[in-house]
Nanobody, 122 residues
């Protein structure tokens, strides 16, 4: 059973930084793609970043490129999202996602964590 559990969300001022973690378990994730998404109540879910577990190739939404960094620790089975230079518009629930298909980094994720709240104050 694949399980994803996010942590690290909270309150931060604009311009600050936060690191989200996603503990992944239940499977070996070689050849999997991992992603981060965010969603505001009443809004569509938005792609943030993705990474290939094995190769480390990354993809970022334009809105976060240069500010956010996705990474993973293979030994700890943990996915990270380092968020720097945070803006109020980054406020959202952030979700960790995973899928076995590695083709499209922005779509068709099968497994999801319960989410963690990030609030950026102005």
């Amino acid at each position: 059973q694949v399980q994803l559990v996010e942590s690290g969300g909270g309150l931060v001022q604009a311009g600050g930084a936060l690191r989200l973690s996603c503990a992944a378990s239940g499977r070996t994730f070689n050849n999997w793609r991992m992603g981060w998404f965010r969603q505001v109540a009443g809004k569509e879910r938005e792609f943030v970043a993705a990474i290939l577990w094995s190769g480390g190739s990354t993809d970022y939404a334009d809105s976060v490129k240069g500010r956010f960094t996705v990474s993973r620790d293979n030994a700890k089975n943990t996915l990270y999202l380092q968020m720097n230079s945070l803006r109020p518009e980054d406020t959202a629930d952030y979700y960790c996602a995973a899928k076995t298909e590695i083709g499209n980094p922005r779509k068709f994720y099968r497994y999801w964590g319960p989410g963690t709240q990030v609030t950026v104050s102005s």
